[in-house]
């Protein structure tokens, strides 16, 4: 890290977003970075970190959120600068959509590994460096961990599984008062969805899917997720958020 940034405020409240350089996490840097965090921005391709730093001022740091040596790695780095973490987010992601028939070992493994494993790597690094002071950790599952959608068995699985450590997780760390949420999008337009979204017949499909007749943005989730990670929702822990514009829980038919 630059040494001018071991300046920083030890007020503002020290927090990461891992896979930073992406729709979601780039979303919530933005708006992190605006309420004066001393902000970590995570990521594995170290030319877009360096413009989100130069756009947001914030600490950039390359870091595959699948290895957890450089996990371990990252957090020890961080507390040693900073001496604690108060928030951190995991916006990693991948999306396949595929029938289980047709998905190969190796999409399953790279499903798994990308959107679980990264969780669970960054839980335990997290809780790790939060051990003595709490803080909050985020996950990010999806709407369809929650509703059966076809074609998504992979990711369906995938995402589930971040709901039950997330859960899991709250309850262990509860007593040292590390809060552990997740939100659960459903369609959201970033670059990683960009296949679906600039298809206008795939794009009119999936906004008829969600009950307010729209696809998400990234900033709608970003803001649940910031909304987790402050310190004023002290009292907010085990719980999934979902951002979907109803996807998971709604039905309707007709109009009024």
Known sequence: MHNEYATKERANPVQVVIGATGGIGAALCRSLA???SCLIAAGRDPDKLQGLAEELGVIPMAVDATSSEQMEQCFARI???YGRIDGVANCVGSLLLKPAHLTSDVEWTSTLTTNLTSAFITVRAATRAMMKTGGSVVLVSSA??????ANHEAIAAAKAGIVGL?????ASYAIRQIRVNCVAPGLVRTPLTARLTAN???????MSMHPLG???EPEEVAAAIA??????????TGQVLGIDGGLATLRIRGSL
């Open 200 to 206: 206008e017949a795939s794009l009119k499909g999936s």
């Open 144 to 149: 369809v961990a929650r509703t059966g959608l």
């Open 166 to 170: 997330a859960l899991s997780a709250a």
């Open 227 to 236: 909304w987790f990670l402050d310190p004023a929702q002290s009292w907010v």
């Open 34 to 36: 605006a309420k004066g």
């Open 214 to 216: 729209r696809i998400g």
């Open 79 to 81: 507390v040693s600068e």
